[in-house]
């Protein structure tokens, strides 16, 4: 994680190993002017000569500019200056991380902050940049030689807006704290991260808020006395044993918390529905909802907000084995609804369930979101660009929407109607846990509902934002900046 600060110095007069600036197609902005006037002119010739063109996704190193002090400057096109919305600035921030990330230094200051963009203040452009550069600059380390791991990048950014962004950069600290747990703990290989290392990862962030979070871990036998049969079931054939995490941060005295739960599946083979190769192999990912929800918290507990808040993570894995659940089981959940098996890769809404129904019953919460890599079906709806959202609550779902918009980080609402639920129908159990070929994702979510009656509850299904495909795929970090964002505004922060 870069370590950011705030910086009002001059761009050729600033003491820093690369300075990132701003071009638009159609103007100069004030960093860049500077640039020119110090360097007598530079950036005039390179416009006029065609090399700088101040286009989307257009980035120049240049070094060495007399009358600059910092060695290397990175032009960043902006676009034209009418166009620049919060996207087109979000992507110029991502495309100068890019540009830093390969560059030998371990210091930049970004004037990018500076330039207007519609609808936000100084404090969102500083806080949005240092994540995108952050976001752009991550990398993981956990399993490399040292070697490997060791390799110089990018350590400290100071960021000029123009005005004074401290607030803008606490969030942003405390944001990135949240996202890179989130990554570095998606990012992990699945034997190591195994439910009990997810546990273990709960509590360090107990033990260094001490003073406001504390932390239950609920063993196998607790979850037999809980009658949790569906979570239970879809650990069985795993040789690592199942935690049901529960964290409870203290900042508002004795209010009803709001509750954050997500999915926390270290590896989904399937069961004994085995997922065939080319499905299997990314996998791991599938505990991105958990490293969400425990990331938001992170992030919740490190800006002190004024709410109380739960986090309950419910991990297994979901393996192959002699002792393994079968197709047609029916199982007996914590909530009393009795669920009949009809497909053991639909594992993340039987481990769902039961942390749904303990949590609205155990803790009462004021709203509840859950966060799931739960559904293909919901990668082949909406891509990689947008989560889906399910809530029956229009209030909470507009809520979730537009922290989602404000961070970038958007999600889409999807139906969670009635009309629906005949899909869920067993004849041997009070539901089945799969809906059949159509609307997979909204079955899914349908199915999580009977478990949350009572409660204002609505689910994240993450499975095509929490993590980029490919053999140099990795875990996004989303959604933590949605939730983080929420619970801010919970919180009128
Ligand atoms: N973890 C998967 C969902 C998933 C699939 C996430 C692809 C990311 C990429 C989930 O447990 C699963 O296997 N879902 C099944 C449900 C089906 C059996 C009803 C699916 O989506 O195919
Ligand atoms: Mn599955
Ligand atoms: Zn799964």
């Known amino acids: 994680m870069l370590e950011f600060s705030q910086s009002s110095a001059a761009p050729d007069a600033v003491d820093s190993a690369c300075v990132v600036v701003g071009v638009f197609e159609d103007a100069m902005s004030p960093a860049a002017a500077a640039v020119d006037v110090a360097g007598g002119g530079v950036l005039a010739r390179l416009k006029t000569s065609g090399d700088l063109t101040g286009k989307p996704g257009a980035t120049l190193v240049l070094h060495g500019i007399p009358g600059v002090k910092a060695p290397r400057v990175v032009l960043v096109g902006l676009g034209r200056k009418s166009a620049l919305d919060a996207h087109a600035f979000l992507r110029a921030c991502n495309d100068a991380g890019n540009a830093l990330k390969s560059l030998p230094v371990t210091d930049a200051t970004a004037y990018l902050p500076e330039v207007d963009v519609s609808g936000h203040d100084a404090n969102w452009r500083a806080r949005t940049c240092a994540l995108a550069i952050d976001h752009a600059c991550f990398r993981y380390t956990a ?109 508002a005295g004795d209010e009803k918390p709001h509750a954050l739960v997500g999915k926390g599946v270290t590896f989904d083979a399937g069961g004994l529905n085995i997922k065939p190769t080319g499905s299997m192999e990314e996998m791991k990912y599938d505990m991105c909802g958990a490293a ?60 769902l369930c039961d942390a749904l129904a303990y949590t609205c019953k155990r803790f009462q919460p004021v709203a509840l979101v859950d966060a799931a890599t739960l559904t293909g079906a919901c990668v082949v709806a909406l891509g990689a660009h ?16 537009a922290a ?59 499975a095509g934002t929490a993590w980029v495909p490919g053999r140099k795929g990795y875990a996004t970090g989303r959604p933590v900046p949605l939730l983080a964002q929420w619970l801010m505004d919970c919180a009128n922060m």
Not at 386 to 401: E, K, M, V
Not at 404 to 433: C, H, K, V
């Open 143 to 251: 399993t490399l030689k040292p070697a490997n791991a060791d390799a110089p990048r990018p350590a400290k950014l100071a960021l000029a807006a123009g005005a004074d962004v401290a607030q803008g950069i606490a969030q942003a600290r405390a944001i990135a704290r949240g996202v890179t747990f989130a990554r570095e703990l998606g990012c992990l290989p699945p034997n190591l991260c195994t439910p009990t290392h997810i546990a273990a990862q709960a509590k360090t962030i107990a033990d260094e808020h001490a003073e406001s979070v504390t932390l239950e871990v609920l063993e196998r036998a607790d979850m037999q006395k809980l009658g949790m049969g569906a979570l239970l079931a879809v650990s069985s054939g795993s040789a690592t044993p199942p935690k049901l995490i529960v964290l409870q941060y203290k900042g």
């Open 386 to 401: 947008a989560s889906g959202l399910f809530s029956a609550d229009d209030a909470l779902a507009d809520a979730l929407l």
């Open 292 to 351: 969400g929800v425990l990331g938001a918290f992170l992030t919740a507990v490190e800006m002190k907000l004024p709410i109380n808040l739960v986090c309950v993570v419910p991990s297994v894995e979901n393996a192959v084995d002699g002792g393994s659940y079968r197709p047609s089981d029916v199982l007996h959940t914590h909530a009393g609804i009795t669920v009949e098996v009809l497909n053991t890769d639909a594992e993340g809404r039987l481990i």
């Open 404 to 462: 989602g918009n404000a961070t970038l980080d958007r999600a889409w609402r999807m139906p969670l109607w009635n009309d629906y639920r005949s899909q869920l129908e067993s004849a041997f159990a009070d539901i089945a846990n799969i809906g059949g070929k159509s609307a997979g994702a909204v079955t899914a979510a349908l199915f999580l509902s009977h478990f949350t009656e009572g409660t204002r509850w609505a689910h994240l299904d993450v």
